[in-house]
């Protein structure tokens, strides 16, 4: 096994292999994709299965003795054979996303929980202070927690402190499409924390966004919109697959410093002279 | 007696939270429960007691992002 050490960042590769390692789980995916606003149920499974994501998010709501809607979608999650991430999406309290968190877990059968706790509706922005308290409060309790939080480095550390072993700092607001709103931000946080799993969530519209972010050293990208939405959610999530394994080849690869002026790639030693 | 089921009023003869999902036709399905605000797991559904008022959550998974 070769190590490949880039940007602080300590990579372990076999083969060609470049697994990403969530609290102790690794998975060769660094796409993970959310399963909601997609056309249909069919289009959802087939653009998980091209996005080759290993994890895919879901979340909890009522479910009626009728319809009973939330059995057929477990049943085509299960299909697919993929790791499930429960969020506690829309908790805008501590107790709400605690209580959410408990029965996913009891749901699930699992210790994950991607942590939302909203406080903003216009941006749905982190209320980062029930956040933290939230994490400590599942951290203690036996949860792996995927906190959706901002770039804040102290919210970051305090969110550490908690417990949590993987920090999901937004790239813009949720469902916005907008990219990386603020990549000076997101790169300090990675240079803050070169141990610990970064991923990017939410406000990712392109694929170039996840590209960046990758190449910005992130361990992954997590979205959802962004292939739903799109025209062809299918091709869209294989897009997103190939442009976060390009982000972090490009990585990998160690890219070249960038400079203020031309440098020219052509060789002038031997240039033809030709007039005067 | 009245309770309150997923938010909706809901009558039920039910003694136990295990005979309410059999009531609704939930007792098998992919469900996590709530009464009364306090998640109550799947192995203690049927030593947990419906009372006249109680608010019952019962949550299935759904799409999200």
Partial sequence: MDAITSNNLTTSTLAGADPVEFYGTQVASRLLLGTAQYPSPAILAEAIRASGSDIVTVSLRRESGAAKAGQSFWQLIRDLGVKVLPNTAGCKTVKEAVTTAEMARDLFDTPWVKLEVIGEDDTLQPDVFGLVEAARILSRDGFQVFPYTTEDLVVAEKLISAGCEVLMPWGAPIGSGRGLNNPYGLRSMRAHFPGIPLVVDAGVGLPSHAAMAMELGYDAVLLNTAVAKAGDPVRMARAFARAIEAGREGLLADPMETRDMAAPSTPVMGRAAFGQ | ?65
């Fill in chain 2, 1 to 65: 007696m009245k309770i309150i089921v997923n938010g909706e009023p809901a009558e039920t003869g039910a003694g136990t939270l295990a005979d309410l999902l059999n009531e609704l036709d939930l007792a098998d399905a992919m469900i996590a429960t709530a009464v009364n605000g306090a998640m109550v797991r799947k192995v203690k559904r049927s030593e947990i007691a419906i009372r006249d008022g109680d608010r019952v959550e019962i949550l299935a998974p759904m799409q999200g992002g």
